[in-house]
């Protein structure tokens, strides 16, 4: 079963969607810096502003309506107070004298007015400024209670008759406000829009490439594959048309040799005819006899040769077939048959024909040398596998993979009734790897041989092209 994202459309999207993702959170974390920032400066430069109008008034009112001036500019959360000292008694700014720049600036901007400006946050759990009435003390320390960061600011401004205008000041920053259902539909519709469209591009890059992937698949196979088309971005093009050139020359260069071999084995059957005519003319019998041997034993090995290369040019078509009727109707067909033992079946796409000839070849070196043949069959997600066994001497250790070498027999006799070719099983072997599959010998410990040819399970190719698309 594919695991979630295994492929590169699945694991690009994801990349991207992260990166997407990443991106936005910074932004926001950002945004709600700047926002806090904005939310200060805004609310210090409204304090500072008041206190300079008040410093005006101040300077230009008659002694006795300063008090008044006063009451009237003070307010729960702004308080406002002459002294002779200054409540703030340093100079340096936390703001990098913004504050004072604003205040300087509405006060005419003069630089020989003393202005100082203390701007810090508060720690929770801080008592409420002095002088609020009871209720609004109350409200202040709910504020304060909650997630609200609390802004305090310290002015004192120098008046023209040497006293000092005290400022103090206590804002909360407003919280961000997070309108959940607008965040939750523009993440919906930004993921559709994102992946949709990712969706469509990398589509038109690993398409290309399943189909490459496929046809190299089926060409290994000995399937005949026609040109893929060219399409998508130029480097999967680039690939596509090296593929296809690829596949051009290893088709022409099999079908060569292929004909090489069958037009050798062919054009030495006329020789041997001759040579058989000869050896029957000769007077002495065994001297014959020995002649005509070596010509059949010849004859015999060249139309193996001749069959082995029509089975390596085979044009056959792969069929689906079910593999329980399939080797009931091989058992059916042979002479001498064989036990079949199946529980259950499958589906297998094949040569019926080709795996035919190699099963037969199989079964009949069982049956020849092992006494008999059982065949069996087990599968699993990905391949299936078929038995043959036998009760017969089984193959020494050091030859179980020599075996498979053309005209190699075990058989030391020559003789063609025990003997063979020594084809049976290179034939089979190259049939069953043409499949993607392989064929492989092991010596039974109850004594006997043991073939095992293992297939590939799988789809046909549209059924593949609609289970990737």
């Known amino acids: 079963m594919p695991r979630p994202f295994d492929n590169l459309r699945g694991q690009l999207v994801l990349l991207?969607?992260?990166?997407?993702?990443?991106?936005?959170?910074?932004?926001?974390?950002?945004?709600?810096?700047?926002?806090?920032?904005?939310?200060?400066?805004?609310?210090?430069?409204e304090a500072a502003g008041r206190a300079a109008n008040v410093a005006l008034l101040l300077e230009e009112a008659p002694e006795s309506l300063q008090q008044a001036i006063l009451r009237a500019a003070n307010s729960p959360l702004v308080r406002f107070d002459l002294s002779d000292i200054p409540a703030v008694d340093h100079e340096s700014h936390a703001d990098d004298g913004a504050v004072e720049a604003r205040v300087r600036g509405l006060l005419g901007g003069a630089n020989d007015r003393e202005i100082r400006v203390e701007l810090h946050e508060v720690e929770q759990g801080i008592p409420p400024m002095p002088h609020l009435a009871p209720e609004?003390?109350?409200?202040?320390?709910?504020?304060?209670?909650?997630e609200l960061s609390a802004i305090e600011m310290q002015l004192s401004i120098a008046l023209a008759d040497g006293q000092w205008l005290n400022v103090g000041t206590r804002f909360e920053r407003p919280p961000l406000q997070w309108p959940w259902a607008s965040?939750?539909?523009?993440?919906?519709?930004?993921?559709?829009?994102?992946?949709?469209?990712?969706?469509?591009?990398?589509?038109?890059?690993?398409?290309?490439?399943?189909?490459?992937?496929?046809a190299a698949d089926r060409l290994g196979k000995g399937e005949a594959v026609d040109p893929l088309p060219l399409i998508g971005p130029s480097e999967v093009r680039g690939l596509t048309q090296a593929f296809?050139?690829?596949?051009?020359?290893?088709?022409?260069?099999?079908?060569?040799r292929t004909r090489l071999l069958a037009a050798l084995g062919h054009d030495l059957r006329s020789p041997l005819t001759a040579m058989r005519v000869r050896a029957e003319m000769v007077d002495e019998d065994e001297t014959r006899e020995s002649l005509v041997a070596s010509i059949e034993e010849m004859q015999e090995m060249v139309d193996a040769t001749l069959a082995f290369a029509r089975g390596m040019a085979s044009s056959e078509v792969y069929e689906t077939v079910d593999l329980k009727t399939y080797l009931k109707q091989l058992q059916a067909d042979m002479i001498d048959g064989f036990t079949l033992d199946t529980a259950n079946s499958i589906s297998v796409r094949l040569r019926p024909q080709s795996v035919r000839r190699a099963l037969r070849n199989i079964i009949e070196n069982a049956q020849r040398y092992g006494g008999g043949a059982e065949v069996t069959f087990v599968h699993d997600a990905e391949y299936v596998q078929i038995r043959v066994s036998d009760n017969g001497p089984g193959v020494p250790e050091a030859e179980l993979e020599q075996v498979f070498e053309p005209f190699f027999r075990l058989e030391k006799s020559r003789s063609r009734e025990t003997g063979g070719t020594g084809l049976g099983l290179s034939i089979a072997?190259?049939?069953?790897?043409?499949?993607?599959?392989?064929?492989?010998?092991?010596?039974?410990?109850?004594g006997g041989l043991l073939?095992?040819?293992?297939?590939?399970?799988?789809?046909?190719?549209?059924?593949q092209e609609r289970n990737t698309s």
């Open 183 to 214: 965040i939750v539909s523009f993440g919906i519709t930004a993921a559709i829009i994102l992946v949709s469209a990712c969706w469509f591009l990398l589509t038109r890059l690993t398409g290309p490439l399943l189909r490459v992937s496929r």
């Open 451 to 463: 073939v095992t040819v293992t297939l590939p399970l799988e789809t046909e190719p549209d059924q």
């Open 244 to 256: 296809n050139r690829m596949q051009a020359r290893l088709t022409r260069f099999v079908a060569d």
């Open 136 to 146: 609004m003390a109350e409200m202040h320390l709910a504020m304060m209670r909650g």
């Open 16 to 45: 991207i969607v992260a990166a997407l993702a990443v991106a936005q959170t910074i932004s926001l974390w950002l945004f709600v810096d700047e926002r806090g920032l904005a939310v200060r400066a805004a609310l210090g430069f």
């Open 429 to 446: 072997r190259t049939i069953v790897r043409a499949h993607g599959g392989d064929v492989a010998l092991t010596n039974r410990t109850e």
